[in-house]
T-cell receptor
């Protein structure tokens, strides 16, 4: 099956610093990846759609200058949280689509738990 | 616009009881997919089922079963003879044109021994 990995699985950073989260498709090439954020006891909210070789499309209310997304290759998308603050502490999950898969299914990474102190 | 509603926030049952999770959706797309995911305390989403809008057949997989009714825009999920390992948050989700997934708020299922 399609496998998606994320690194790191958890990270603690100080307020004001930046942190990068990687999302990799391990056994397929993903032209489209998605980034979600999940606060405790809440649902997953789509942050942005990342397309290989082009700019990411951000959902309304998501600051694109704060959450930098780079999809430089067909197997890697990165999310950089710039100048992180405690309110950015959350569970970040990425997913990927298999190209030409008509099922609309997304394959999810295991998530990255970010804590900003 | 897409919307998924899971009206039940929490459900608590005793082991071996059946539990049904409700999911109601809204979409203007004629082609769409519905999903159920399980999220255990570890956080990783576990895919349970996918159903497209043209396939209204109900499905059974072991202790899990799903009832898709297009007429009422519902895609309900039943766990039969629940077990403690079924304790998790369950999400219903909808994907239509553009492939964006919209998640419901989730239902926390607690199965007590």
């Amino acid at each position: 099956g399609a496998v998606v990995s994320q690194h790191p699985s958890w990270v603690i950073c100080k307020s004001g610093t930046s942190v990068k989260i990687e999302c990799r498709s391990l056994d397929f090439q993903a032209t489209t990846m998605f980034w979600y954020r999940q606060f405790p006891k809440q649902s997953l909210m789509l942050m942005a759609t990342s397309n290989e070789g082009s700019k990411a499309t951000y959902e309304q209310g998501v600051e694109k200058d704060k959450f930098l997304i780079n999809h430089a290759s067909l197997t890697l998308s990165t999310l950089t949280v710039t100048s992180a603050h405690p309110e950015d502490s959350s569970f970040y999950i990425c997913s990927a689509r298999v190209p030409r898969d008509i099922s609309y299914e997304q394959y999810f990474g295991p998530g990255t738990r970010l804590t900003v102190t | 616009a897409q919307k998924v509603t899971q009206a039940q926030t929490e459900i608590s049952v005793v082991e071996k009881e059946d539990v049904t999770l409700d999911c109601v959706y809204e979409t203007r797309d004629t082609t769409y997919y519905l999903f159920w995911y399980k999220q255990p305390p570890s956080g990783e989403l576990v895919f349970l089922i996918r159903r497209n809008s043209f396939d209204e057949q109900n499905e059974i997989s072991g202790r899990y079963s799903w009832n898709f009714q297009k007429s009422t825009s519902s895609f309900n999920f039943t766990i039969t003879a629940s077990q403690v390992v079924d304790s998790a948050v369950y999400f219903c989700a909808l994907s239509g044109w553009g492939y964006k997934l919209s998640f419901g708020a989730g239902t926390t299922v607690t199965v007590r021994a």
